[in-house]
T-cell receptor
Framework: EDQVTQSPEALRLQEGESSSLNCSYTVSGLRGLFWYRQDPGKGPEFLFT???AGEEKEKERLKATLTKKESFLHITAPKPEDSATYLC????????????FGTGTQLKVEL | DADVTQTPRNRITKTGKRIMLECSQT?????MYWYRQDPGLGLRLIYYSFDVKDINKGEISDGYSVSRQAQAKFSLSLESAIPNQTALYFC???????????FGPGTRLLVL
């Protein structure tokens, strides 16, 4: 069965304290891994798509990486405005454009 | 203006009532999706449509129906609402070569 697991469920950081969020997947064929940010009461906001192992993408303080089994979202020197839930999703080969989502990591960055 | 809009944003209804959630987009995308989000379960696909004449069930379609009235409009109906349909509902659209999905702001539904 295709599965997407995110860890930790929740993470509390001090401002400037770098860390990483994990998204591990067991799927039959990957055709893209997506990261989204979701603020309370809002819809998910697209961040990155990764397609193949070894690929990396960056945006401001965020950097996403991909291996054959997992993806990491590295947050460098986070600020309070980075507080949000970060969602990972996979798109499978032969699955049209359907996404399978993980349950997310709730990040809180404190002053 | 937002590219993907959902109405209503909040809705309270009673068990057994029929309700409709609406989604409109100005992104010009062909593909549209309905998801529900529950605490601890993540986003789950209810229905999706790849064009006006193409409607497909997702993983949790029981108790729901959809209508694609036009390329830009995709509605989700609950024919007879029940309390376990209380959730956050999101519409999404995708198009182009990359097929990235873009989400609306959501509808918070409470079924009493």
């Amino acid at each position: 069965e295709d599965q997407v697991t995110q860890s930790p469920e929740a993470l509390r950081l001090q401002e400037g304290e770098s860390s990483s969020l994990n998204c591990s997947y067991t799927v039959s064929g990957l055709r893209g891994l997506f990261w989204y940010r979701q603020d309370p009461g809002k819809g998910p906001e697209f961040l990155f798509t990764l397609y193949s192992a070894g690929e990396e993408k960056e945006k401001e303080r965020l950097k996403a990486t991909l291996t054959k089994k997992e993806s990491f979202l590295h947050i460098t020197a986070p600020k309070p405005e980075d507080s949000a839930t970060y969602l990972c999703a996979v798109r499978l080969t032969g699955g049209g454009n359907k996404l399978t989502f993980g349950t997310g990591t709730q990040l809180k960055v404190e002053l | 203006d937002a590219d993907v809009t959902q109405t209503p944003r909040n809705r309270i209804t009673k068990t057994g009532k029929r309700i409709m959630l609406e989604c409109s987009q100005t992104k010009g995308h062909d593909r549209m999706y309905w998801y529900r989000q529950d605490p601890g379960l993540g986003l789950r696909l209810i229905y999706y449509s790849f064009d006006v004449k193409d409607i497909n069930k997702g993983e949790i379609s029981d108790g729901y129906s959809v209508s694609r009235q036009a390329q830009a409009k995709f509605s989700l109906s609950l024919e007879s609402a029940i309390p376990n349909q209380t959730a956050l509902y999101f519409c999404a659209t995708s198009g182009g070569a990359l097929e990235t999905q873009y989400f609306g702001p959501g509808t918070r539904l409470l079924v009493l």
